[in-house]
């Protein structure tokens, strides 16, 4: 694919995940291409289906989540880490959550989407257990109970208005609640 190609790809990617993540089904391609800056045309180019433009826009989320992982895993603290990981994964997960059911009402959540959360959930144990070594985080705690809870304020910050602050303190509030 020629580098232009790539980077209408990955601005169409981003205006989806933006558009679609925030209005659900009801969100439109032409918005898309708008926020992409492309023409209509271009966007059916790469995604010949508004179902395959959200189900890509869904899978590079959860992509960039597991590389974000994994480079955390790799370059920080464990303890900054898991900090720093947590509190992502509930900033986005509205827009994932979002993401999933607008799928999931047309015909489940498609097969390569649940791939790729079972290999973001691998990495996000992996975290966890690291900052589990370092004392960061309770030895109880499983990575189940963890996607509970992100799922808990995600799905909360997803169909109520949420204040930035207030949605900083919950996190903090789970964050501590974890910790040893």
């Known amino acids: ?5 790539r980077e209408n790809r990955e601005r169409i990617l981003t205006a989806a995940e933006d558009v679609f993540g925030a209005h659900g089904g ?4 032409e918005e898309v291409a708008r926020r992409a800056g492309v023409g209509i045309a271009t966007v059916f180019r790469h995604f010949p289906t508004k179902e395959e433009l959200i189900e890509a826009a869904l899978l590079r989320h959860f992509d960039q989540l597991t590389e974000r992982a994994h480079a955390l895993v790799v370059d920080a ?6 900090r720093t990981l947590v509190r992502v994964m509930i900033e986005t997960g509205a827009t994932k959550l979002t993401l999933v059911s607008t799928l999931a009402d047309r015909k489940g959540v498609p097969d390569g989407a649940a791939t790729a959360s079972k290999r973001l959930k691998v990495v996000v144990g992996e975290v966890l257990r690291q900052a589990q070594e370092v004392g960061a985080v309770r030895p109880s705690v499983t990575v189940e109970e963890v996607y509970l809870l992100i799922r808990g304020l995600a799905q909360a910050s997803a169909t109520i208005p949420v204040r930035p602050d207030i949605l900083n303190r ?3 509030v789970v964050l501590t609640g974890l910790s040893r």
């Open 1 to 5: 694919m020629r580098q232009d190609a």
């Open 26 to 29: 009801s969100g439109s391609t």
């Open 170 to 172: 919950a996190i903090d």
């Open 77 to 82: 603290d464990p303890a900054v880490a898991w």
